[in-house]
């Protein structure tokens, strides 16, 4: 439950009745471009369009192939076209994405800069910057930075305060003065695509100490993710001669190596769309697990979704084949699972790898709050999605993250693993909800007895966590090196879930106590996040602390204010806020925390996250006996109204903390 929480926006809103199906509540996932996002209608902010974008009418919600990797070469083509990634796709994704105006200026700003660079004018030539204006939206600063990169490699894109400047690229300036013009576009384009496994090769170069150079350059400049080594190749006149070869360095990669020096992926990866009803991510996946005959901590998976709904989400398993997948379909259809699209993979997901979720969701039962003036309900409703749109809604995290409904909230048991109390926690997370079925029958007799070994037997196999969890207190016993070892024989994903969820729940409480206190006003001391888009800053780095000059000139708007997530790598607002999450954390006997478990191997720097979220894509329409018919307040217990409402939300947001702010009620 979210009760005593803030809201952001001050319309009446209206009672109704969510999740009563899951087919009223459904999620898929929106996945992350591969290549520079198709173009979108990107629609201006409240308050006017930026300085140099239009709404992209032509061309909303098409889509658009991969971006070709070889320069093509027109004729008619200007100096500046050596640089550029040509072709009418390219120029007509900027057109959709700026405005052809400003796409035209664009262009000139670009090709007046390369021929400045060429013509060696000094060492400042084209050191000038085009400003695209104020770009509020995230994803629209995502799309623009991407197909810019691609349509002139020698260019970067740079955000600051929601400001987008574009510049010479100086790294690609320098390779130009290594290498020939295309190895260096062709270079920058292999940079941006980032795919893995992926390499690149320079032209063979017989020069040694040229070759140190340009090895030289790029471990400098890019050692970090990069990797260059030369090798024997070829050349034109089937002459031995050397090059050097680049890729990307790899995280997940063994330590085994092949002939040619580099690392190589040795694990087998499969790709599938997981569609679940009325089913948590993590029991699906232990389903899944003793089905295929591997461990849950072999799946990966972008976020978890609702239970009480039908969800689409793509996973990875890992020691899989596709044809093996494909065998236990039969037997998920009981469970209510399906998969789709089975196909093989290069690597496993990274929590957060997506670009959102999309929502269609049914409210039933429309009803005007108790307090609330007879007026007509379609008046509220849409009083309530206009503020939404406008202000967008208080990114709290959603009852589901700690275990809505249970006995024993998640947030409970990281409390009692940050403490280091293994055997509460052990408790805690046996706690039986008040039910009598099998599972919960077998909690309670653990909890009565202490017997592993018998709990064991009770459990159904797909209770894979807990029998993991239950073999090590059997061997170990049920204390707190025995509890340790319990703890250790789960995957790190499930211990690490628990303590993220107590530092949601202190995240929840310090967003309504920094919104209680301080309003929607930007003030000193607040924390305000930059989208300055240079891989070289820090997570720290990029967090700013408003001060009371900026304050007074209204710099910052709410929605670019931040709290950390506690942890050991964070920074706290330097206001009122800060020393509440000094007071809380006390309260909690963390005062001394390092947010560190070393013997669970439990790392928690802290990040950040927005206060406030906006909505994106929304649509509705009431649905009810009869189409366009005004409801009356009177008849509301007899009607068979309902909303039907769709929209996308960035990830890690909560639909239901969004319907909240809509309809301002808790569930």
């Known amino acids: 439950m979210l009760r005593s929480l803030s809201y952001v926006t001050d319309h009446t809103g209206f009672r109704g009745t969510i999740k009563k199906a899951p087919a009223d509540f459904v999620v898929r996932e929106l996945e992350l471009p591969q290549r520079p996002a198709a173009p979108r209608d990107v629609s201006p902010p409240a308050g006017g369009p930026p300085a140099a974008s239009a709404t992209a009418s032509a061309g909303a919600g098409s889509t658009v192939g991969p971006a070709r990797c070889d320069p093509v070469t027109y004729p008619e083509q200007s100096r500046c076209a050596a640089g550029l990634k040509s072709g009418p796709e390219a120029a007509a994704l900027l057109d959709s994405l700026l405005g052809k105006p400003a796409s035209e200026r664009l262009t000139k700003f670009a090709c007046d800069l390369k021929e400045a660079w060429d013509s060696e004018t000094g060492c400042d030539a084209g050191a000038g910057e085009f400003s695209l204006g104020a770009v509020v939206d995230k994803r629209d600063r995502a799309d623009l930075h991407g197909a810019i990169r691609q349509r002139f490699p020698f260019l970067v894109t740079v955000t600051k305060d929601n400001e987008m400047v574009v510049k010479g690229n100086a790294d690609y300036r320098e390779l130009c003065q290594l290498v020939t013009e295309k190895e260096t576009s062709d270079f920058f384009k292999f940079l941006d695509a980032k795919l893995e496994n992926s390499t690149f090769s320079f032209e063979p170069d017989g020069n040694k100490e040229h070759r140190k150079i340009v090895h030289h350059f790029i471990n400098k400049k890019f050692g970090k993710i990069l990797e260059t080594k ?4 070829a ?50 996946i232990s389903f899944l697990a003793a089905e295929l005959g591997v461990l849950p901590s072999d799946f990966s998976y972008s976020g978890v979704k609702d239970k009480k709904a039908i969800t689409y989400q793509l996973m990875v398993v890992k020691k899989v084949t596709p044809e093996r997948l494909k065998e236990i379909e039969s037997k998920l259809e009981k469970k209510g699972m399906r998969i789709h699209n089975i196909h093989s993979a290069q690597q496993h997901l990274r929590l957060g790898q997506l670009r959102g979720n999309h929502f269609d969701i049914v409210v039933r039962d429309l009803k005007h709050h108790s307090h609330d003036s007879p007026v007509d309900l379609k008046e509220r409703i849409s ?8 202000k967008g809604f208080v990114n ?11 006995n024993v909230q998640t947030d409970q048991i990281g409390l009692a693993l940050l403490n280091e109390k293994m055997v509460k926690a052990v408790k805690l997370f046996f706690t039986p909800e008040d039910t009598d079925d099998p599972v919960n029958n077998a909690k309670r007799y653990f909890l009565q007895t202490e017997d592993a070994k018998g709990t064991l037997t009770m459990l159904p196999e797909f209770k894979v966590r807990e029998k993991m969890l239950l073999r090590a207190l059997h061997r170990y016993g049920v204390n707190q090196e025995g509890c340790i070892k319990g703890w250790l024989s789960i995957p790190h994903s499930v211990r690490i879930f628990y303590v993220h969820a107590y530092c949601s729940q202190i995240w929840n409480e310090a967003t309504s106590y920094r919104l209680k206190t301080y309003g929607s006003k930007v003030v000193e001391g607040d924390l305000v996040f930059s989208e300055e888009n240079d891989e070289s800053l820090s997570l720290n780095d990029k967090v700013h602390v408003v001060t009371a000059l900026e304050e007074s000139a209204s710099k910052y708007s709410m929605h670019q204010v931040v709290l950390p997530m506690v942890g050991h790598s ?8 800060g020393q509440w999450y000094r007071e809380r954390l006390s309260k909690d006997e963390l005062q001394m925390c390092k947010f560190r478990v070393p013997p669970l191997q439990l790392n928690i720097p802290g990040c950040y996250r927005h206060i406030l979220k906006n909505v994106q894509n929304l649509s509705y329409f ?3 006996n009869e189409e366009g018919s005004k409801i009356e307040d009177n008849h509301l217990n007899e009607s068979k109204v309902s909303l039907h409402i769709s929209f996308d939300l960035d990830p890690s947001c909560y639909a239901t903390v969004c319907l909240r702010e809509i309809m301002k009620c808790d569930f």
């Open 230 to 233: 030369s090798f024997t190749v």
């Open 235 to 284: 050349d034109v006149g089937r002459e031995p001669n050397m090059s050097i070869i680049v890729r990307f360095r790899g995280r997940s990669c063994s330590r085994k190596r092949s002939a040619d020096g580099f690392q190589i992926k040795q694990d087998l990866y499969t790709a599938f769309t997981l569609q679940k009803e009325n089913l948590e991510t993590l029991e699906a």
């Open 383 to 390: 009083e309530a999605m206009e503020n939404i749109e406008a």
């Open 396 to 406: 709290y995290y959603g009852p589901q993250r700690f275990g809505q409904g249970q």
């Open 570 to 577: 964070i920074k706290y607002p330097s206001n009122k806020v």
């Open 622 to 624: 009431l649905e009810g």
